[in-house]
Structure formats: structure tokens, C-alpha cells
């Protein structure tokens, strides 16, 4: 395990671990002594009250593990704002939808955005599975724009009846359980957790035909007796974007994250796959360090997630990097157009803008794949440099 650099944790937090290890060590011992990773991530992220998601841990900023986009900069959603206006100009009585919404900045900063452009939805919905988190971003919205409080809404999960939506997921899918294999010898086998010397340990399983036949639908070659590999799946997302499709007529959707197409997701020079734990703004390549203090996340497949557009009735109308996006968007011309009396001073907000749009930094990690259901053109946001052919 590579944690010997790591930042130590306080006492507090080692004793919420401990509770959130007794619970993961319990539902192993009622699953006959093994559970495969994605179940492992599930609890470490979001078992009641204990994940890191839906525990008390800062996460996001500097103070926390990460950084966002729009923990970056309000630069972010001003111009997330551009193509969100047009389409609510184009969608009748659409209603924005959040996904997992972090701090509550990005839902606060495109409220204010859209208020300034005079076009605000009717209703803001946050899909948020953290009750923790619902009550950080209505502290978030009540302190940066309470005028506008009595629009946001939320909701644990989709609505039962169909809307016409505006939808917006900036790292929710990179958030989601992903299961974890290893072929060796053309042999695949399952990552999971075990009890041993009464620690939690990672141990193997050979994968069932189910699990190898979805990993010949991804083209792995499993029978090249050359090819050790590991790497990841994800498979929350095919029924993910079918909820989705479920509950809206009309609809419009942005997916930021960080990913690739799926050639190069599974191609052999990432052998090692794209899983990482991240604690204090250090990667850590040890997921049962501490569970529910690190945040553990995978790159997105985006293959998978046009496929599952395509047969859940969307059209996938875009993918490019988020460089490419955010000047599509409007970007330059958002930082053009601050005041001088803006909260933050001019250079800084260049500094913000190179963050969010450089390859180097945010800009071709990142990528945001637009999807749309019932509407007669594209969606906005990737006019030049749309990669589609790529996917
Ligand atoms: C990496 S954080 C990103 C937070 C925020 N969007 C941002 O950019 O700062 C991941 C978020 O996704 C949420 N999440 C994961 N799976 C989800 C799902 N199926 N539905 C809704 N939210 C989800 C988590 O609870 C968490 O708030």
C-alpha cells in the first residue's frame, strides 16, 4: 500500500472509520466472507451516515480532497449559463436537474448566472443522494441567493412523472461503485474484499460468464494469452441513463467528467486501469486505507455512456473535451464581460479560466458529452471540435 506520505488523520476521523470498517466487515461476513469492489465502494462512499459522500468529510476545495470545476471558479457556470439559457428559451416549462451537486456552488452560480441573463427555470431540482449534502447546499443557496431559495428542490430520485429537463451531472458518474478485474493467463478475476486476521484485505475471485461476457461486449481481449490487464467497469450507468430517459419528454443533458472513449479506456497502455483513491489532494492507490475518509473514483467509459443514450432513446449531439466546451460556450467573452468591481480581481479570474480550459490543466481531462431527447438541433456547447466520431 502506497500511504506512508500521507497526511494523518484525527482521532475523530480514525474512529468514524473504525465504525464504517465494522459495518463493511459485517456485510462480509452476511455475504458468506467476500464482497466484490463495487459493493466495497458502495459502502465506503455512501453507507448511511458513515460513506464518504454522506458522512460529515469537507471533500470538495481546497480544505478538502479535491477540487471541482466549480469549486474552481464561478467562471464555470456563468458559462455553463450561455447554452443552459438558450435551451430554456427552447424547451417549454423545462426545469434544471442537478445531479449529485457537491457544495452547492455550481447550482447557486448558475441560478445567479441565469437570474442575470433573465431567464430563470421555473423549478431547480438537486438529485442528491447525501442528506448531509442537501443540507450543506441549501446552506450554500440560502447564504449566496436566498431570493432565489424557493426554487430549488430536492429529491433523493428521479421524479415518477416525465418532465421536460435541463439536466447537468459535473463527476457524478466518476462517483459511482465501479467493479474492478485483472486478466492474466486469459483468465479474468474479480476484485473484492475479505476479512483476514480481522483487517480488511483485497482478495480475488474468478468472475462469473455474466461478468465475462459483458468484458467481450467492451472488445477486451480476453483470450490474448500476452495481455495482463486490469482495469475497471462501470455499470450503474446504462440503468442510470435509462432513468433518466424514463422521466423526461423533452431533454437536454451535459455529463462532465473525466474520461475517454472506450479504445482508448481499454487500450493496453492503460493496463493498469484508471481507479484511484484521493485523500488531501494526494492520489493514493490504496482503497481500503481508512475507509470513508479517501475518495475513491474511476474515469468514465464514454462509449458506454452514448450506447446507453442511444438505446434509451437520446441523441448523443456532442463530445469534446472541457476546454473545447467552455469556449463553445462562451467562456472568453464571460471573462471579457466581468466588472471591474467583480469579487475577484481580473487576474485571478484569468487564472481560473486557464484552469478550467487548458490541456494541461482541466481542459482535456475533463470531457462533456451532450445528449438530447425531442429536440430538432444539437445542443449548444459544441459547435467546433466535436469529437463524436471518436466515441
Ligand atoms: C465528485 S462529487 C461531485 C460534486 C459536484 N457535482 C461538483 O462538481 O463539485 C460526486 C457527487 O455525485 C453524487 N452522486 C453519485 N452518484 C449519484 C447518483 N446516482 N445520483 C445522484 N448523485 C450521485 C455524490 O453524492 C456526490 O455529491
Not at 454522506?54 to 464555470?76: C, N, R
Not at 471591474?340 to 490541456?359: F, G, R, Y
Not at 490543466?361 to 438530447?372: A, N
Request: proline letters at 5%; hydrophobic letters at 40%; aromatic letters at 10%.
Amino acid at each position: 500500500m502506497q500511504t506512508l506520505d500521507l497526511p494523518n488523520p484525527t482521532i475523530d476521523e480514525v474512529e468514524h472509520s473504525r465504525k464504517l470498517g465494522e459495518v463493511i466487515k459485517q456485510e462480509i461476513v452476511d455475504a458468506g466472507g467476500w464482497i466484490d469492489f463495487e459493493h466495497y465502494m458502495q459502502l465506503a462512499l455512501y453507507a448511511p451516515g458513515l460513506g464518504y459522500y454522506t458522512g460529515g468529510a469537507q471533500k470538495f476545495g481546497e480544505q478538502g480532497d479535491f477540487i471541482t470545476s466549480p469549486e474552481v471558479s464561478p467562471l464555470f457556470a456563468q458559462t455553463l449559463a450561455n447554452p443552459v439559457s438558450k435551451l430554456l428559451e427552447k424547451i417549454p416549462v423545462a426545469k434544471i436537474i442537478e445531479f449529485g451537486a457537491g457544495s452547492g456552488k455550481l447550482a447557486a452560480d448558475l441560478l445567479l448566472a441565469l437570474q442575470a441573463l433573465k431567464k430563470l427555470p421555473e423549478k431547480y431540482l438537486i438529485i442528491e443522494l447525501s442528506v448531509e449534502l442537501q443540507q450543506r447546499q441549501r446552506e450554500t443557496i440560502l447564504q449566496k441567493i436566498p431570493d432565489l431559495l424557493d426554487r430549488v428542490q430536492w429529491l433523493s430520485r428521479l421524479p415518477e412523472t416525465s418532465i421536460n429537463a435541463i439536466v447537468i451531472a459535473n463527476e457524478v458518474l466518476d462517483a459511482m461503485p465501479v467493479k474492478r478485474f485483472t486478466l492474466k493467463d486469459k483468465k479474468v478475476k474479480l476484485l473484492g474484499v475479505e476479512v483476514r486476521d480481522l483487517e480488511l484485505q483485497l482478495s480475488y475471485k474468478k468472475a462469473d460468464d455474466e461478468f465475462i461476457e459483458k468484458l467481450e461486449s467492451l472488445e477486451i481481449e480476453i483470450n490474448n494469452a500476452d495481455l495482463t490487464y486490469s482495469s475497471e467497469v462501470n455499470l450503474h450507468i446504462r440503468p442510470w441513463v435509462k432513468s433518466l430517459s424514463q422521466c423526461t419528454n423533452m431533454a437536454a443533458v451535459y455529463l462532465i467528467d473525466y474520461g475517454y472513449p472506450r479504445s482508448e479506456y481499454y487500450s493496453e497502455e492503460r493496463h493498469m486501469g484508471s481507479f484511484l483513491g484521493y485523500y488531501q489532494h494526494r492520489a493514493i492507490d490504496a482503497p481500503l486505507w481508512y475507509p470513508g475518509l479517501q475518495d475513491l473514483t474511476a474515469f468514465v467509459d464514454f462509449t458506454e455512456v452514448a450506447e446507453a443514450a442511444i438505446e434509451n432513446g437520446f441523441d448523443v449531439d456532442g463530445f469534446t473535451s472541457q476546454g473545447n466546451f467552455l469556449i463553445n460556450a462562451g467562456l472568453a467573452e464571460v471573462v471579457e464581460h466581468v466588472k471591474p468591481e467583480a469579487e475577484i480581481p481580473h487576474l485571478q479570474m484569468v487564472q481560473q479560466m486557464k484552469t478550467l480550459s487548458l490541456p494541461g490543466e482541466m481542459g482535456e481531462r475533463f470531457k462533456v458529452i451532450g445528449l438530447s431527447k425531442g429536440l430538432d438541433e444539437n445542443i449548444p456547447g459544441f459547435e467546433l471540435r466535436d469529437f463524436r466520431y471518436r466515441l
